[in-house]
């Protein structure tokens, strides 16, 4: 049976034998998407880019806003494209509308040579819906909004935007030549107007943009070389702080609509459980309670304040039964997924050389390690409102993909596409949490204002229930054995991983070694998992820079040393990592009972390199005191932006690698808030400094690469503190000596 | 049951229980969302507000508690424009997804008000709030700057 991501691959196999070029609308698309988004003086020229009469430039983006400030870089590319002053350019959120489909971001995808992540495969079912709907990419069918993947500059921003305003910029030259009839290759564009140097006549964007809508863009227009964009490598101030300081953007959770009623909910603890019974007066009796809905794994209670609607549904007693999942533990999770990679199902996903044969090579280095399920935890719980009347459905929430959460509502409510409104909204953070495939938060809002038809509700999950039924970075295994020749340098590495999917191109590596064999095992568990920030990076980002660190150490050498060696052939890598290194001031002394350590992780297009300085405290816990990052994205659109991505990533993967943990007993999460699933504060940040490369190669992502080169980083900095290797995450779960040395 | 509250300068008569939490009156009664709700466990301090000049979490603050208080919000914070602690999120460009930003400019606006030059280890015992997004140390940086000038 062909996986969920295979579904998708063959669609994105179709796409990558396409002529490789983004598809610009027809002008005759244009009144479309006026209709849909432009205001009274407002005028789409083509995808993404609408000029208002007073040459304001809009660009409008078919991602949301999770607080990456990919809407300020993607207006950067437009305003070089565009030849705009700064000021007269702002960037908005696309409708939830077909019109309005991302091609760039699966075309960024199937061409760029790699598989689609499987953050995307919960768009399998959705794929053929869209089918007849989208143009952009023939045969690809659904073509999404999605906000994942480190997606939006690389891709949307270089493939889709760039390229649309690019041909704006043609077509508004045309309009004017036409005017002035004179030749279109004899006019310029300089700060919002096309002007003829020859006669000294200029006119306005605004002036033009009605009659330039008209011509058929090119999908080739004349574009920019890097060298000459004037806003682009720019640290600009992003377009949504000021609205953020002061309490006024209005998040999902935030929507105030008349006559709105809140409910909170109890789901199943137990994943896939069902409601057996429940005693509904408990709630009804209390104040303001209007409802109180049963549904086949949860209950809700409906009323007309939040805190009333929770404190009711925690008074409730609810019997659900969670069939066999109910005995299941971490313990026995981990049982399963070493028996099978004990088993005869492991896969084989990559040989190169001799494999696996060339063990014999040399001397044989072990290791195993192992990763915990984590939630992502948003600091906005999840919560959706929803209103049934009258046969249609309206929904307002933040996901990270509005086209595809309209589609999604209306196949819960059984309701054809054009009864629903989708309303896309800020997101307080998502981190992957709010992808497709992850929308039990939507699920059970439309569920409910179906059962309370026509008034608004908004269900607000409370933070138990957030922890408790996410979709969680999975637990993972991951064992290699390694020979090392004479010169103490591997020449075979054999690796076999468990999987709750197929396998994963991140375990392949960077490294040249000459014999190779890589191979996972599918462990399907009830824990429900999903995309958490770098996805399969996060894990095989710690388990292979953990164990080339191991390596380094039983052939003698140094770990940045052995590394460079090893990346000998990379010149990018290399730079990358002697560049944290250089300014880590790696090989200077720290104080005894201190180690540093150093990890490289190459995802979503970009190269970055940690070096974590730690030090063991005197009640043996880690201090992380220090991490020094390199990185190499190709083109740093905004540069203060992506350092603080950057700085926001290895909080993201240190929290993870310090503390974060995700237990199941009797087939439910243990954990329930930050209490009990502990978050770093502003105590335990160490120094951060970001420092940014460029070349001219391929432009890579920016929320997510900063996350997998934290652990191992610091891991093998607490080797080098203390001798004791740490081959399980969190480290909070293991003590460290404090005055240096290995413990037996 | 009725229980008067003054926020931002503003009496309000409210018709809710003395133990409904201070952080959904605001918001569902008096429509002042630029509090946030995080845990509900006084953990991640995103509903912090001033209660007589003092940060404090607004999830379980009792309205009934709080009577005879001063209560200032976001939104009271700024309405006399932008404060030099909101200037400072801005040149600093702090805020990620925004979320948890009300309640760290509250938090960081009472340490300052008693401590005009807090250091580093002050603010790390003061503000304990939760940022998902990993600002902390450009929050640092902008007390810092703010302590230098305070």
């Known amino acids: 049976m062909p996986t969920r991501r295979t579904v998708i691959l063959g669609v994105g196999g179709a796409a990558g034998a396409l ?72 960037a908005e959120q696309a409708p939830p509308d077909p019109v309005f ?80 009839n004179v030749s279109a290759g004899d006019c310029e564009t300089r700060a919002n107007r096309v002007v003829h140097p020859a006669s000294g006549r200029s006119l306005r964007y605004g002036e033009l943009a009605a009659e330039a809508a008209g011509y058929d863009p090119s999908s080739r227009p004349p574009m920019k070389d890097r060298r000459h964009y004037v806003h682009v490598g720019k640290p600009v101030r992003r377009f949504d702080i000021p609205r953020k300081v002061n309490g006024t953007t209005g998040y999902g959770i935030d929507v105030a609509l008349p006559g709105m009623l809140y409910a909170a909910i109890r789901i199943s603890p137990v994943f896939g459980g069902r409601l057996v019974s429940i005693d509904e007066s408990l709630a009804a009796a209390q104040r303001g309670v209007k409802h109180v809905v049963k549904l086949e794994d949860a209950v809700v209670v409906v009323a007309d304040r939040y805190w009333r609607a929770r404190d009711a549904a925690a008074s409730l007693e609810p ?126 809002a439309v569920r409910t204002a179906m059962a309370v038809p026509g008034v608004p509700v908004k269900l607000i999950f409370t933070r138990e229930e957030d922890t408790q039924h996410d979709y969680y970075r999975p637990n993972v295994m991951s064992r290699f054995e390694a020979a090392l020749g004479s010169d103490g340098m591997p020449v075979a590495w054999v690796n076999s991983y468990t999987t709750d999917d197929s396998a994963n191109p991140e375990a392949h590596i960077l490294y040249d070694i000459p014999n190779q064999s890589i191979g996972a095992v599918k462990v399907e568990t009830h824990v429900p998992t999903g995309a958490w920030r770098s996805v399969e990076a996060s894990w095989h980002g710690f388990f292979v820079e953990s164990f080339v660190d191991e390596l380094a150490h039983h052939a003698g050498k140094d770990p940045l040393q052995y590394r460079r060696a090893l990346l000998r052939n990379s010149p990018r890598h290399l730079a990358t990592l002697d560049l944290a290194a250089g300014k880590s001031g790696w090989g200077t002394p720290l104080p005894k009972g201190s180690g540093r350590g150093v990890a490289i992780v190459e995802s979503f297009g970009t190269i970055v390199a940690h070096v974590a300085e730690v030090s063991i405290d005197s009640g043996g816990a880690v201090r992380v005191n220090r991490i020094v990052s390199a990185v190499d994205c190709g083109l740093a659109v905004n540069p203060d932006g992506l350092k603080a991505q950057i700085e926001g990533a290895i909080l993201f993967g240190l929290t993870a690698a310090l503390r974060g943990e995700i237990t199941i007993d009797k087939g439910a999460v243990v954990q329930s808030n930050f209490n009990d699933y502990e978050m770093l504060r502003i105590a335990d940040c160490p120094g951060i400094e970001v420092y940014l490369r460029e070349d001219d190669g391929p432009v890579g992502g920016g929320g997510e690469p900063g996350v997998p080169p934290v652990a191992p980083a610091v891991a093998n900095a607490v080797f080098a503190a203390c001798g004791v290797r740490v081959r399980d995450l969190p480290l909070r779960n293991q003590s460290f000596p404090a005055s240096g040395g290995a413990t037996p | ?117 807090p250091g580093d280890e002050d603010l790390a015992q003061a503000v304990t709030n939760i940022c998902r997004c990993g600002t902390y140390s450009r929050i640092r940086a902008a007390v810092r700057a703010l302590a230098a000038e305070g």
């Open chain 1, 19 to 90: 002529v490789v070029g983004y598809a610009l609308w027809p002008s005759g698309r244009i009144a479309a998407a006026d209709r849909l988004d432009a205001a009274a003086n407002e005028k789409f020229i083509t995808n993404w880019i609408k000029i208002a009469s007073d040459d304001t430039i809009t660009v409008v983006v078919p991602h949301c806003d999770m607080g990456t400030g990919t809407f300020t870089a993607l207006a950067q590319f437009a305003a070089d494209e565009l030849d705009s002053d700064w000021s007269k350019m702002r």
């Open chain 1, 101 to 180: 489909a991302n091609g760039a971001m699966i075309e960024g995808f199937a061409l760029g040579g790699r598989t689609v992540p499987p953050f995307l495969t919960g768009l399998a079912a959705n794929t053929f819906r869209f089918l007849a709907a989208n143009v952009s990419i023939p045969g690809a069918g659904y073509v999404p909004q999605i906000t994942g993947g480190s997606a939006a500059v690389r891709f949307t921003g270089m493939n889709a935007i760039r390229v649309a305003a690019a041909a704006a910029r043609a077509m508004l030259v045309k309009a004017a030549a036409a005017r002035w």
């Open chain 1, 319 to 444: 019997l659900f039964d969670g069939g066999a999942n109910g005995s299941v533990t971490s313990e026995t999770i981990r049982r399963r997924r070493a028996d099978a990679l004990n088993g005869k199902d492991v896969k084989n996903d990559l040989t190169r050389g001799s494999g696996a044969g060339a063990l014999s090579a040399g001397r044989r280095v072990q290791a195993a390690y192992t990763v915990p399920y984590l939630a992502h935890s948003p600091m906005e719980p999840m919560n959706a409102t929803a209103l049934y009347k009258d046969g249609a459905l309206e929904v307002w929430a933040g996901t990270q993909d509005g086209l595809g959460s309209r589609d999604f509502c209306a196949r819960a409510a059984g309701l054809s596409l054009e009864k629903v409104t989708f309303h896309l909204l800020p997101m307080g953070g998502a981190f992957g949490r709010r992808l497709p495939g992850q929308w039990n938060y939507l699920t059970y």
């Open chain 2, 1 to 117: 049951m009725s229980v008067t509250l003054k926020v931002n300068g503003v009496v309000h008569e409210l018709d809710v229980e003395e133990e409904a939490p201070l952080l959904w009156v605001l918001r569902d009664e008096l429509g002042l969302t630029g509090t946030k709700f995080g845990c509900g466990i006084a953990q991640c301090g995103a509903c912090t507000v001033h209660v007589n000049g003092q940060a404090q979490r607004s999830c379980v603050t009792p309205a009934g508690s709080v009577r005879d208080a001063e209560i200032t919000t976001i939104e009271g914070l700024s309405a006399g424009g932008l404060t030099a602690v909101q200037k400072a999120w801005i040149d600093h460009q702090i805020p990620q997804c925004g979320y948890c930003q009300s309640g760290m400019i509250m938090a960081v606006s009472a340490l300052l008000a008693r401590n005009p030059h």
